[in-house]
């Protein structure tokens, strides 16, 4: 079973707008992953916060953490035709597996 | 090499049939997970190793599927009587360690599972 559930399911924008997605989760966490996949293949990492953080940034990403409403947001800045891709949230419970969400398909337009 | 890597990257097989499906880690991750991601779902954790050893094998769906690990690097997740219903893509994922509050996970291209 899934956990988290990514919202909205589909997104679609036009270049350098910004993209938005959110995940929220179901139980107690040590840590939220944000996650890319192009093609349905492999998935590369894009950032991880801690449940003792609130807020991380990595380039034109900004990630979120509230665990009182046990919610998540990614933020993509001037977004790019490349940023196209399915974006997912995983929850880390212990440090053992991640559950993950089913994923936002994120669109950018040209 | 620099990454995870898995082969095959595609495999047919019919009903019935036994496969095995092979992961490298990348070198010095002690930690080795597999997941099973169906067409529009996100990927569903299946068992992971800490060295030799499966810490957790609570994914596994039943008992038609099976991974080892002998020596603490490579594994093979193997499926015995496949159904059309195991037809899915494959992923594996390494970390560093296992910490108390986790580590990013390194995946792999996947393998693409499908049963006729």
């Known amino acids: 079973s899934q956990q988290g559930e990514e919202d909205p399911q589909a997104l679609s924008i036009q270049e350098g707008e910004n993209a938005t997605m959110n995940c929220s989760y179901k139980t107690s966490i040590n840590n939220l992953q944000w996650y890319r996949q192009n093609s349905g293949r492999g998935l590369v990492h894009l950032i991880l916060?801690?449940?003792?953080?609130r807020e991380k940034h990595s380039g034109r990403l900004r990630v979120t953490l509230d665990t009182s409403k046990k919610s998540s947001s990614l933020l993509i800045t001037a977004s790019r035709a490349a940023d196209t891709a399915s974006y997912f949230c995983?929850?880390?419970?212990?440090?053992?597996?991640?559950?993950f969400g089913q994923g936002t398909r994120l669109t950018i337009n040209p | 090499g620099a990454g995870v890597s898995q082969t095959p990257s595609n495999k047919v097989t019919e009903k019935g049939k036994y496969v095995e499906l092979r992961c490298d880690p990348i070198?010095?991750?002690?930690?080795l997970y597999w997941y099973r991601q169906s067409l529009g779902q996100g990927p569903e954790f299946l068992i992971y190793?800490?060295?030799?050893?499966?810490?957790?094998d609570s994914g596994l769906p039943n008992d038609r599927f099976f991974a080892v690990r002998p020596e603490g690097s490579v594994s093979t997740l193997k499926i015995q009587r496949t159904e059309r219903g195991d037809s899915a893509v494959y992923l594996c994922?390494?970390?560093?360690?296992?910490?108390?509050?986790?580590?990013?996970?390194?995946f792999g291209p996947g393998t693409r599972l499908t049963v006729l």
């Open positions: 070198s010095g991750h002690t930690a």
């Open positions: 916060i801690r449940s003792n953080e």
């Open positions: 190793f800490q060295g030799t050893g499966a810490a957790d």
């Open positions: 995983a929850t880390a419970q212990g440090a053992q597996k991640l559950v």
């Open positions: 994922a390494s970390s560093l360690r296992l910490t108390g509050s986790g580590d990013e996970q390194f």
